[in-house]
């Protein structure tokens, strides 16, 4: 294990291996203080939501976990965490020339073809809460090598035909993220939701397939509300909210 300092408070601790970034920092947390960074360069096992699995080529892609303090972030705003991560890579991948769209709640896609995945999961100790924020991004890999579908994912390399230095990827995500977690803190989700609609993933015809209650239900995705949860039309003017 290295230790290398990010900025603005975040510092790195990279392993040549891990199971997973995440699962690490959940299990060691009180090893590490606020803002520590998990990077594993070979992640075995990553997680996605629902414990699906996420692959990466050693060494090539990104797969990192953040500690985030939400001592100061007001309950109802600790979903917006989540939104704030998408937008953090979003934002990256536009200086980048690469035109992302987010797909709620966790998923960074590219003309349809998913790029990074983000997992959020919240944890309370000894009267502190903290979020581990679990981001993989695929970096320098090709789809050849991730050995999926190409229409399914993408990667930067792919996208931008040029290599990216890991690090300075991952330290731009880091700052962008805490720049925007302090802004949830400060003036709340409302910019940041504007900028959300406004990157949200639609599909062509305007109607997307969501599981609500175990059942896949066609809907047509409006946007997101002030608590960031998704705003659903399905049908005859049905509005709901999805959390």
């Given at each position: 294990?290295?230790?290398?300092?990010?900025?603005?408070g975040i510092?790195?601790?990279?392993f040549d291996?891990l199971f997973s970034s995440?699962?690490f920092?959940?299990?060691h947390?009180a090893?590490y203080?606020?803002?520590?960074l998990?990077r594993?360069?070979?992640q075995t096992?990553?997680?996605?939501?629902?414990?699906?699995l996420?692959n990466?080529?050693?060494?090539?892609d990104?797969?990192?976990?953040i500690?985030?303090p939400?001592?100061?972030?007001p309950l109802?705003?600790?979903?917006?965490?989540t939104q704030?991560a998408?937008?953090a890579?979003?934002?990256?991948?536009?200086?980048?020339?690469i035109?992302?769209?987010?797909?709620?709640?966790?998923?960074?896609?590219?003309?349809?073809a998913?790029?990074?995945?983000?997992?959020?999961?919240?944890?309370t100790?000894?009267?502190r809460?903290?979020?581990?924020v679990g981001i993989g991004?695929n970096?320098?890999?090709?789809v050849?090598e991730?050995?999926v579908?190409?229409s399914?994912?993408t990667?930067?390399?792919d996208?931008?035909?040029?290599?990216?230095?890991i690090?300075?990827?991952?330290k731009?995500?880091a700052?962008?993220?805490?720049k925007?977690?302090?802004?949830?803190?400060d003036d709340?989700?409302?910019?940041m939701?504007?900028?959300?609609n406004?990157?949200?993933?639609?599909?062509?015809?305007?109607?997307q397939?969501?599981v609500?209650g175990?059942?896949?239900?066609?809907?047509k995705?409006?946007g997101?509300?002030d608590?960031?949860?998704l705003?659903?039309?399905r049908?005859?003017?049905?509005v709901?909210e999805i959390?």
């Amino acid at each position: 294990m290295t230790v290398w300092p990010v900025g603005e408070g975040i510092v790195e601790y990279r392993f040549d291996r891990l199971f997973s970034s995440s699962t690490f920092l959940k299990e060691h947390l009180a090893e590490y203080e606020p803002w520590s960074l998990i990077r594993a360069v070979d992640q075995t096992a990553g997680r996605g939501r629902f414990d699906r699995l996420w692959n990466m080529v050693a060494g090539k892609d990104l797969a990192f976990s953040i500690l985030v303090p939400l001592d100061n972030i007001p309950l109802a705003s600790w979903g917006n965490i989540t939104q704030a991560a998408a937008l953090a890579v979003a934002e990256h991948l536009d200086k980048c020339d690469i035109n992302a769209q987010i797909k709620w709640p966790n998923d960074i896609l590219i003309d349809g073809a998913k790029i990074c995945g983000i997992l959020c999961e919240s944890m309370t100790i000894d009267d502190r809460s903290w979020a581990i924020v679990g981001i993989g991004l695929n970096v320098n890999s090709t789809v050849e090598e991730l050995n999926v579908a190409s229409s399914q994912v993408t990667t930067m390399l792919d996208e931008s035909q040029n290599e990216h230095e890991i690090f300075d990827v991952m330290k731009a995500v880091a700052l962008c993220l805490k720049k925007l977690v302090e802004e949830l803190r400060d003036d709340g989700f409302g910019r940041m939701r504007n900028l959300y609609n406004s990157l949200l993933y639609k599909c062509e015809s305007g109607i997307q397939t969501v599981v609500i209650g175990g059942i896949e239900v066609p809907v047509k995705v409006i946007g997101l509300s002030d608590s960031g949860r998704l705003l659903i039309d399905r049908g005859a003017g049905r509005v709901e909210e999805i959390y």
